[in-house]
């Protein structure tokens, strides 16, 4: 392949040669680099690839943490065992109703609050640390004051109560508790996607806003035709990061589930995370749960590689 | 070639770093170095939960064990509750950073024995210089004839009631059946207070069903009739309204609604009293006997110090344990209501309690738990239930519950 610039001068091709792996790291040009993330690298496999490999083993392996030395090769039992029990299913489908609710809700609401303190508005600063301190605010201590704020008989439950809902503790009652947790959710990661939105929406260039006013279009339009195609990249890394927490969420739910199972009330918030605690730690089956939490990984990489296809393909 | 070798070079000392950082300094000093371990006390981390009062008592013993053992530096962990601790334990002995002495109940340190986490005391004693003949309780913690602990206290469980609330109400004498509760129960419900407070719990459905004559024969008899009349009779008090979980209302356990006057009656234990102490000082309460179903029984806790078996310096573990077993340490627990072990202190407790003085009938009769081997996995799956129809409104009956829960240990 050759580059030309002008008719009279035209740039030659780096002449490629196939270099092998250590010497493409003994590089002058990459070296480097290389030493830049080494510790990184080093760092992750430490702490994520080792762990990872382990876990893959251990799937396969009836193991106990009393008996780690003991612990027997079975195969494909463990997964076997896992697809057959409906509280899997059930916490799955947890996972993923908390997923659907959450997250298109806390990225439109993100969008929406990043729009908002990108404006010309008086104090703006006081909004976008309003908004941005749920999510640096501990789960803890966040779950524990919804907790307050949704007990039967408060301002809360009685206003909902409006639209039908019953006044009763929400996270006590089987049918709220997943929504409590889901609301829990939206509240705090609304602000992590409100800045990063906010960092896109300062990207985009304020000409091309000039330019559509001049041709007539209206609040709408450029945010129809400017805003989204832009932050459209951003909005698959919200969605992405947002869809992986999802999955992930635990602490919201020990917090509930405090001073009796987890899970609680009766399994309603159930979800793969907190199965797999459950049958990996607190039963302290390890192979077992190392199965399961192999079956999430699986479940969330295909979930992440539809996302990017999904959003890949519309561009 | 030089290049190669240079950043071969650098990757190695990078590495040895990064691994150098991680080492334990500690274990290498007074493995090396004789003289050093002579004259270095041992630390000893003991791991622990219970209330503000328990904690001050194990910060003095960490300032007092020295003059006792001067070769003993101990640690102490304060876990946030029973269940934080319980889960908490299991992935800290995988990481091999648990505790070297665990202060725990009898409740759920059955499934931790069987599973072979706990270091039989057997070997340890005569090291550590300790007299199991001075302590009442030591049978509790033996298992297929092997002591697993050092019992620190043995109390029955108690049925607590608001006494202002109770006179207030007009009802004459406390209740000693749970016909009489339930009657009494409902009458004591009005729009912000509850009759009692059932908290669906393992504990304190145990307490029900023993009281039925029942039991969980380690798994064996989950579903027994006279479990079943137990529970029933605890679905009868949610359905008539005149008790209420905590969690329904808002609170964590039984011990918060009690405190905080939104229930009358509760079962519960002599944590009460430490608990009461900060939260409600002012709260008048009686303490008697779990009420009759059909038997007198109740269940019998007991506290002890566990050595972990993956744990370091045993022997000055089960030292630490015997010191805080000691009459000077228990004597302070006996001000926060435990039934010390110690024998030559029984009486004491009763002189110091005078409000657990109707119990003490109960220390004859109550008994061990007898929860299944797979005690976390029974507890979770009971639970599990017993929220569906509470909380859930399956409108299970007690005997398709239990069935429930027996399908799972068979």
Redesign the interface.
Known sequence: MSVSRNNSKSIQPYPYKKQSW?SS??D?DN?VG??FI??FL??WA?WFFYPFVQSFIRSFQDM?????DEAKFIGLNNFIQILQDPEFFQAVLHSLQIVLIAVPTQTILGLLMALLVNQKIKGKGIFRTIFFIPYITSQIAVTTVF??LF??GTFLTNFFGIFGFGD??W?????YALIFVAILFIFQQAGFSMIVYLAALQEVPKDLYEAAGIDGASKWDKFRYITVPFVKPISFFVISVSTILGFQIYDQIAAIS???????????TSTVVTYFY?HG????N?GYGSAAVLLFFFIILIITFLQKKLLDDKE | MKKKMSVLLITMLTITTILAGCGNKEKTTSATDPAVKSTTPVTVSLGFWGTAQDLGIYQQAVKDISAVHPNIKLEIKQYPSSEQFWNTLPGEIAAGVAPDLIKLTNEGAFEYIHKGLFEPLDELIKPAGVDLSLYNGVDIWKVDGKQYALPISTMPAMFLINDDMWKKAGLGAYPKTWDEVQAAAKKLTTKDVHGIVINIDAFHITNYVKSYGGDWGYGKTINSPENVKAVQKILDMYKDGSAVTPKSIGYGWDGEVFANNKAVMTTGGYWYKGYLKEANPDLHYVALPVPEGTVHNSTMHSDGYVVLKDGKNKVEALQTASFLTSEKVLTEFVKVGNNPSLKSLSSKFFEVNPEFDAVKPAIEYSTDFQYPIETKKFIDELIKQLEGTILGGSNKTAQEILDKVQEQFK
Not at chain 1, 64 to 68: E, G, I, S, V, Y
Not at chain 1, 258 to 268: D, N, V
């Open positions: 250590f790291f003994a002058s070296k290389w030493l080494l510790p080093i760092l430490w106990n943490f009393a008996a780690m907790m307050m007990k039967q009763v503790t996270f006590a009652d089987t049918s405090r001073y009796g199972a987890l899970g609680s009330p009766a399994g309603a459950q730690i607190r039963y302290m390890i």
